[in-house]
Each structure stands twice: as structure tokens, then as C-alpha cells.
């Protein structure tokens, strides 16, 4: 036997999740702040925190785009670039049921960036925060080598009565239910990258769900006022974010991926690929969630966007999703989703 | 006359604040959020946000630091690292006479990334953050090539009947004070940067100075509770920190360069040198605000730092500040302060 050194673990071997648990464990150890981590309705692990004031639950989310990891500049213009970065974060307050209220930019740009092109980032950002009625009401700009965008929205439940959606309330039985169509935004991001054609109204529409997506916060809404407990956004891909469900609710999860809505017109440019894209994809921002099938079925009733049921809770192992096709037969993914620290 | 073409304007050549301008006017001509934004009390250009709620004015800053812009892993550890970036958002909740309640962390690094460094960096932020009673609630984790760490933090006013203290709101004839020694944190960077030599009481309050300042919340509060009006934190330096109040004032100012309260430890090392360092250096973390004598001199009772009178606001040119040394002789600064994209 040689001579043994333990190379230290790098963030890209723990993976996003490992190091948030570290992460995690180091927060909850502080001596100080005890009383004030204790009133904390949600922490780190969500799509948003949440904690009790005003008579209303506070809700509050960060998230960062970085050049040439998250986005292009080569397939992304400005505009969007500011619509995406606004409409990520506003999609996890629309994934607790909440409303979303101001919004605070921290904006890192290198020093050679045109100033139009900052404008016109901005304009994207406020056109989509207008859309929701929020205000942008502060930040910071500094110089950076690579564009690094990171935007913090608050907001609140809108009611003292109603619970925000937690991904930890999946319950063994539940129905497991998405809004809208899958897949569309990853052959969006393929179809632009590769710089593939397509027919006009599915470049359209691809490119609208990679480049301009909506958050869901009108459907949010209604979840949380017709009972739904536990939800996300889909940001790493439905199976991904329902694996994030099953882990923090101590869960398992079956889905028949017949039933998984897949974008139609993403099938019918890249036909059986799509399924894959719907599955594993991200960047959707659709809304998963579980709930009884009259809950859905109230939902369905409530909402104008599509309301799929794709599966169901089980008590089975905590974290693990499995896929069956319409015979039943197990089904598997080349690829579970997107990993934040694969390089 | 040749061909001309007009280069489009780039950050650099506007500034921070020419950019910031631009920026606001993009925010405030939106159609949409406007009675949202009629409710904010303070917007971009300040220390921190702030409209009303729960009874009390809420707070928020956010505010990043980017790998070897605002510093270089040759001269941080990761703890420092962290520890500053919590710092340099609690004192702009101190700089509004604010209390901190809750942070949001995005965290943007290379997948290569010891997992322990980023630990050692919570650890950091941890420790100053749970000093002040604040709860790390949230945040966001995601590969960059550059370290970027942006923190947000919320707080409120503490009360319904004090106001916030706004860059805006200095009068002529108010006396111009500040917290504290300044220069130490630059004379750390110099120390630091190019490993110069001191005597160890000297290296140990440099090197604090720089990579672990003391917000300073607590006087914050006692400054909101005795009546000051207008308040900055001096992150880049005394006299362009004091233009900023200026500005936003409408007001000139006059500052009597024989008052300011140089480091003694800095002046020991560095004579004369540290007078510039003083004026100009920035990243002290110190407060500066402007009230009346009598005011100030209840605040010299409350607190227990140094509080020094160092000019006076003037009814002179908007923006403009003005240095006289101890004969009432015009002084002048080689360099005015940090420039956010000086390249």
C-alpha cells in the first residue's frame, strides 16, 4: 500500500443537494439567532422561505443567472436575459402560493457592457414584474469578468388562513398533477443552440418557453386557496423536482409517463425525443404538485392553463420516483435533470 | 470631416451612478406596479429599500461581492470571505437605523470548489450574522467560473414612529459626523495586497479593518432613536459617500480635513500618507450622518465608539463637497473614491 492522501470533496462530487445539507447543518448550529431560525415557517430547501409577520406569511426568494451557465448571450438577447432572471424567482413564490410584491437586483456586469444593453435587460425585467404589480425597489450594480444576474423577490401568502406550499407536504396517496405542457423550454434551448429549424409556430413557441417563460402565479394562487399542500416549480426537470418533493416529505412517487403533457408542438418536431425532454428537461416552470383527485379536479375547474394527473404518492422509498409505461412496464431515463455543478 | 460613428456607450464610461440613473428611469416609467411603487419610501439609490408593513417600515439591501473585483482569495480565506459579505449588507441596514432579521444567500462558484471552503464561508457568515440576532432563512446555489456571493438581507425599522435615515435627508447648516476611526480598512489592503510589514498591534487592526469590519447596527439605532435625518455607510470612501448624501440632499458640504478621525494604528504605520486613506479609501463600514450639534452630542453620550464632528453641510452647489485643512486653505484629493467600474 502507497502513501494515502484524502483529496478534499469538491462541490461538483457533493452535488447541489449535499452541499446544501452541509450548508444547512451549519446554519442550524449557531449559537445566536436560535429565536429567530425557530419562528422560520420554511429555510433553506424550498423554492422560497417563509416565515410569520403583518398577519401574513412573509415569503422571500433569491436566485442568481450566471453568463455561460445558466445563459447565452449568444442565444439570449438582453431583453430576455431580464424577463428569464425576473421570471425564475418569480416562479418560486407562484411555487408557495404566494404573491409576489418587490423585487431587489444585484447586477454583475463587466465594465465594457453597453449601457443599452443594461437598459434593455432592465426593460425586460420590469416589463414581466409590471405584468405581476411589482415594484423593483433597490439593488446594486457592480463589475464583474462574467454577467451574473441575482434577483430577490418578496412577497407574502396573501392571507393569514391559507398554508404556503411546502415540497415537504406530499402525503402517501396524493395524485401527483403538473400545469401546462413539458419539454418545451429544453427543445427551445436545443433548437437554439444548435441552431436547428423548425416550422414558424413551433420556433415560436419554443423559443417563447426557453427564452420567455411565465410563471405560474395566478394557477399558485389557486392551489393554495382550493388545499394544495405540497408543491414546486419546474426548474431541474419534473423528475428532479419530484424527486425534491419526495425527499423533504419522506415519500415515494409512480408515474405513468403516458400521461406526462407533453409540449404537442415540441412533438411534433422531434417526435418520441420529446417524451425524454418532458421528463428530464427543466426550465419549464410549470407547476408540480399533489393533491386528492377532487382537489385537481377543482383546480382543473379554476385555472385556464391544462391540469395533467401524472402519478401518484407512495409510501415507498423516501425519494425514489419510479416511471411505468401504459403497460405498466418500468421505464427509465438516460438522464434524471439538470445538476448545478456538473462541469 | 471623416465618417462618423457613434460608440455606444459602455458602464464604464457612465458610472456607477450614471447607470443607476438610467436604471431608475426604466423602473419609474413602467405602466404596470405603480401604486406599488407609490408605497415605497426609499427605492434605488439608496443604502436599502424601504416601504411600509406589519406596522413598521420594512427594509432590504442586497449587495455582492465578485472574485478578484471585490477580492482575492490570495489575501481572504473563505471564512473572511463570508464574514464580509454578511458585514457590508448589515451595514447598509444600519445605515437606515435598521434591525436585521433574516438573510437570503446566492452563491455562485467554480464546481471545482472545496466543499469545506464553502462550509468555512457559512461559517463566517453564520457568526457575524447570529451576533446580530439574524436568521439565514434561504438562498440559492449554482456553478460560476468566478466566485460571486450576493446577500440579501430584511429588517425592519424597529418602530412605527422613527423614520428611516435616508441619503436624502441632510439640511444646510446640519454638522457632518462619523463613527469610529477610518482609513484602517484601506491601509489592510495595502498591507495585504502588496505584504508589507508592520508592527503586529498594527497588522492585527489592518487586517480586521479590512476582511472582517463590525457593522454598525447598534449605533445605527441609536442614531434613528435621537433624531438623525441622513445617514450612508462609508463603503467607498468618506468624501465620495458624503457626495452621495449630497446628491440625493440637494445640499453642498464643507469638511475640515484636520477633524477626521484617521486610524491612530494607520497613522502610526503610514504618517501621512493615511490622511488620503481616510478621505478616500472606503470599505470602513464606518457611519456618517449629519444632524445637529446637540443631537450629535446626545449620540456621543449613547454609544460607545468615537463620534467625531468633521464639517458642515452647506446650502452650496448640489453634489459638490469641499476639504479646507486647519487655516481654511482648499485641500484636494489625488483620487475621490472606489469607482464600481474603473477598469
Known amino acids: 500500500m502507497g502513501a494515502c492522501y484524502n483529496f478534499p470533496m469538491k462541490v461538483s462530487d457533493a452535488g447541489e443537494f449535499g452541499l446544501i445539507n452541509r450548508l444547512d447543518t451549519v446554519v442550524n448550529s449557531a449559537p445566536g439567532a436560535r429565536q429567530r431560525r425557530q419562528q422560520l415557517l420554511i429555510g433553506i430547501g424550498d423554492d422560497a422561505a417563509a416565515w410569520p409577520g403583518n398577519g401574513l406569511t412573509q415569503l422571500a426568494t433569491t436566485d442568481s443567472l450566471i453568463q455561460d451557465v445558466h445563459f447565452s448571450l449568444d442565444t439570449t438577447s438582453w431583453e430576455e436575459l431580464g424577463w428569464k432572471a425576473m421570471a425564475v424567482n418569480l416562479s418560486d413564490i407562484a411555487a408557495m402560493g404566494g404573491i409576489p410584491e418587490y423585487a431587489l437586483i444585484s447586477l454583475a456586469i463587466p465594465g465594457d457592457t453597453a449601457v443599452e444593453d443594461v437598459v434593455s435587460m432592465y426593460r425586460g425585467m420590469v416589463a414581466l414584474a409590471a405584468d405581476f404589480n411589482v415594484a423593483i425597489a433597490g439593488g446594486d450594480t457592480c463589475r464583474s469578468p462574467v454577467v451574473a444576474i441575482t434577483v430577490t423577490v418578496l412577497g407574502t401568502s396573501g392571507s393569514d388562513s391559507l398554508p404556503v406550499l411546502a415540497r415537504s407536504g406530499a402525503r402517501p396517496g396524493d395524485k401527483i398533477a403538473v400545469t401546462g405542457y413539458l419539454g418545451a423550454a429544453a427543445g427551445g434551448l436545443k433548437m437554439l443552440t444548435q441552431k436547428l429549424d423548425a416550422k414558424p409556430e413551433v420556433k415560436a413557441r419554443l423559443s417563447q418557453a426557453f427564452l420567455r417563460p411565465c410563471p405560474r402565479i395566478t394557477e399558485g394562487r389557486q392551489l393554495a386557496k382550493l388545499g394544495v399542500l405540497a408543491a414546486i416549480d419546474i426548474s431541474d426537470g419534473l423528475i428532479s423536482d419530484l424527486m425534491h418533493i419526495c425527499e423533504m416529505s419522506q415519500v415515494g412517487a409512480r408515474i405513468e409517463i403516458d400521461r406526462v403533457p407533453v409540449d404537442p408542438l415540441l412533438k411534433t418536431w422531434l417526435g418520441s425525443?420529446?417524451?425524454?425532454?418532458?421528463?428530464?428537461?427543466?426550465?419549464?416552470?410549470?407547476?408540480?404538485?399533489?393533491?386528492?383527485?377532487?382537489?385537481?379536479?377543482?383546480?382543473?375547474?379554476?385555472?385556464?392553463?391544462?391540469?395533467?394527473?401524472?402519478?401518484?404518492?407512495?409510501?415507498?422509498?423516501?425519494?425514489?420516483?419510479?416511471?411505468?409505461?401504459?403497460?405498466?412496464?418500468p421505464f427509465s431515463l438516460k438522464k434524471a435533470g439538470w445538476e448545478h455543478f456538473i462541469t
Open 273 to 329: 425525443e420529446s417524451l425524454e425532454m418532458a421528463l428530464a428537461g427543466g426550465e419549464d416552470y410549470e407547476l408540480l404538485f399533489t393533491a386528492s383527485t377532487d382537489i385537481i379536479n377543482n383546480i382543473k375547474q379554476a385555472v385556464s392553463c391544462p391540469v395533467s394527473i401524472i402519478g401518484e404518492i407512495t409510501a415507498g422509498d423516501a425519494g425514489k420516483v419510479t416511471m411505468v409505461d401504459s403497460n405498466g412496464r
